[in-house]
């Protein structure tokens, strides 16, 4: 049967066929040509003649069967005819349904809007909106401009063809008992049928209009109520089909006959004959179905850990998207193995905490390298040091700052309530490291290096060996580097508190010291304007790099391969001994740097602070600085730098915390 014949076939239908007069094969005598039995080079013609020939006891009982369903289905009302259409579709295996699909594809045609106006002249009847019309009628109006006359189109919307307002489908869930679009005739008959209209500026988007022909359609008080009673219907029908009210015993017979006792020659030779048996509404209504059919939500049935395997390739992006799909794709999409696999693909600096899912820390991290770009941040003021505050370090929710009044305090980051406040040093304390949670180490300008129990809060155990004030500290593991202004810097053993190596070669005063990320290398940075390299176990200068001609080099930091230095208002960037950049954006000169290297994707940061009081922070890759904060009235002495923050130390007496996870 060609799907032409299907189209075409709006005259009224044939007086049935007398049951005595039915074929064994299934077919009418004398069908050849006619609408009933189809033309000669239909689909159908192929199916007559594999089953032409002497009957079989199984082909008479099929034509029996036949026959009474197909009188039943012209004694049956429109529901119940509707509904043994939908039961048929769920029950066809993919040729049937492609056979299906193929003939009453011609019913959702943009042109059978014209064969419906001529049928059916009262009836008011929108074209159905797609993307591709909606294309061509904006190219259109573009290049016509306002002599383009534009016809009011429709989007398929949930409709049932039921007659009378209280009709109910039996035995069907709500998904099955809404349809996509309606048949056209059938909105001429049926009292209660709605489609959503495409108005542009129209104040509510989920507006519809009834379709009738002695109302107008435009009015605001049609739309209210329309609205109001369309809220109001699918509410009841949602109640009805709870109900689950079981279908016409010969209605569930031939469900029954198509989905066990029929073959597929047989299926294909009920299909032929109840299209030809339908009219245009009810070839439309199965369209409907048919399509609404074609869309099957794989995610929901596959086995959920395969659904979630599938999920993981998407991106974040893309993950997001689909949690608004539905409540089940967002169930799924918010699994926390899902969000695990894409926090393993990037690095986490925010970690995950007590009640956090996986996808807030990544959430998190992804707002946490916006804010770096963008300097977005919270400002926390320390205050209760009485001169400057010369040194600063971080751990575990704890900073630690020591000042030029000789004394050290512990602050709580999260409240900022003062923990501790440790005395015994005699001068300024210009460095502190924390070595354990409960350890912390100091350097003072009274030359010596002490070891604070912050259980107690008490003086744990003093180090001499400086002959000047200390500078600078530097922990890695177990070991400690101070560095000093008798020109050298050595290496402790903090655990028994003993003296390995003294690292002698610099002319002047050591102002920074680090360690690189293996623990075996001292990078020192002194007033000789050179940066030397030590070998810790043999206390050997392995490589020694003469930055600057004139200033001294205030501090060093070291991170996986590469050094920053800095000295006047210049901060320097190496590889080994290659200079790689220069960032000169200071007013005055530097006096702390921070450098962070990302070893898996080479990106990095510097972070520096001087004394004209401003904070920068660079990308290793640009020449010009990410952000430039100005909170301190006075020089910055000292910085901290990790993930989440930047804490300074400045002349000012006060300590700044900037917090980048808001």
């Not at 189109?153 to 039921?162: A, E, G, L, Q, R």
């Not at 988007?205 to 435009?218: F, G, I, M, Q, W």
């Not at 916006?370 to 320390?382: D, S, T």
């Not at 575990?396 to 040093?425: C, F, K, N, P, Y």
Request: overall charge positive; glycine content about 8%.
């Amino acid at each position: 049967m060609s799907t032409g014949q299907v189209v075409t076939k709006h005259q009224p239908p044939a007086t049935p066929t007398p049951s005595h007069a039915v074929h064994p094969t299934g077919r009418a005598p004398g069908a050849q040509g006619t609408p009933e039995g189809g033309g000669g080079g239909d689909g159908g013609g192929e199916w007559r003649r594999r089953s032409e020939g002497p009957g079989t006891q199984r082909s008479l009982v099929m034509a029996r069967q036949l026959d009474m369903a197909l009188t039943w289905l012209r004694a049956w009302d429109l529901t119940t005819r509707c509904v043994v259409m939908e039961g048929v579709v769920r029950a066809s295996d993919p040729t049937q349904f492609t056979f299906l699909l193929t003939v009453t594809q011609p019913w959702l045609h943009r042109d059978h809007m014209y064969r419906a106006r001529s049928l059916f002249p009262r009836l008011h009847f929108p074209p159905l909106s797609t993307p591709l019309s909606r294309k061509v009628k904006e190219t259109a109006q573009r290049a016509q401009g306002s002599r383009f006359y534009r016809v009011d189109s429709c989007h398929p919307h949930p409709v049932h063809p039921s007659t009378p307002s209280s009709c109910t489908l039996p035995s069907l869930p709500s998904s099955s008992c809404v349809l996509r679009s309606s048949p056209p005739c059938l909105v001429a008959e049926a009292s209660q049928t709605y489609v959503r209209r495409h108005v542009q500026n129209e104040s509510c988007p989920r507006a519809v209009e009834h379709l009738s022909t002695d109302t107008p359609l435009n009015t605001a008080h049609v739309k209210q109520a329309e609205t109001k009673k369309w809220s109001t219907q699918q509410k009841q029908q949602q109640q009805q089909a709870k109900t689950h009210t079981p279908l016409p015993p010969h209605a569930q017979r031939i469900l029954t006959w198509y989905t066990q006792c029929w073959d597929e020659l047989e299926r294909h030779t009920f299909l032929y004959h109840l299209l030809l048996s339908l009219d245009p509404r009810e070839h439309y209504y199965l369209s409907a179905c048919l399509l609404q059919r074609q869309h099957v939500d794989f995610l929901t049935q596959l086995p959920e850990p395969l659904a979630l395997h599938v999920l993981s390739f998407l991106s974040p992006r893309d993950l997001v998207v689909v949690s608004r799909v539905s409540k089940a794709w967002h169930a799924l999409a918010e699994a926390d193995s899902v969000w695990q696999t894409k926090c393993g693909e990037v690095r986490v600096d925010v970690p995950m905490g007590g009640g956090r899912s996986w996808k807030e820390v990544y959430r998190n991290n992804h707002l946490l390298r916006n804010n770096w770009a963008e300097g977005r941040c919270k400002v926390k003021v320390f205050t209760g040091h009485k001169l400057s505050v010369l040194a600063v370090c971080v751990d575990e929710g704890r900073v630690a700052s020591g000042s030029a009044d000789a004394s050290i305090m512990v602050w709580d980051l999260t409240s900022g309530a003062r923990l501790h406040v440790l005395t015994g040093h005699t001068k300024g304390v210009w460095c502190l490291q924390f070595f354990t949670r409960h350890l912390l180490l100091s350097g003072s300008y009274d030359s010596t290096v002490r070891i604070w129990n912050l259980r107690s809060g008490t003086l744990s155990r003093t180090l001499l060996g400086h002959g000047g004030p200390v500078w600078c500290l530097a922990v890695h593991r177990n070991c400690l580097v101070s560095g000093s202004n008798d020109k050298t810097a050595k290496v402790w053993d903090i655990g028994r508190c003993v003296l390995e190596n003294s690292l002698v070669g610099h002319k002047a005063a050591v102002f920074s010291v680090d360690v690189n990320t293996a623990g075996d290398t001292v990078f020192t940075g002194s007033a000789d304007r050179t940066v030397r390299m030590w070998d810790k176990q043999s206390g050997q200068c392995v490589r020694r790099i003469r930055v600057s001609s004139k200033a001294a080099i205030m501090s060093v930091s070291v991170s996986h391969g590469y050094f920053a230095c800095c000295h006047g208002t210049t901060v320097c960037l190496y590889q080994g001994n290659t200079l790689v950049a220069s960032f000169k954006e200071h007013l005055q000169r530097v006096e702390a740097v921070k450098l962070r290297v990302d070893p898996d994707t080479g990106q990095g940061l510097i972070v520096s602070g001087g004394q004209d009081g401003l904070v920068k922070y660079w990308d290793i890759q640009s020449p010009d600085s990410l952000q430039t904060f100005r909170g301190h009235t006075d020089a910055v002495n000292c910085l901290y730098c990790d993930p989440v923050r930047i804490i300074t130390a400045s002349q000012d007496h006060k300590l700044r915390l900037w917090e980048f996870v808001l």
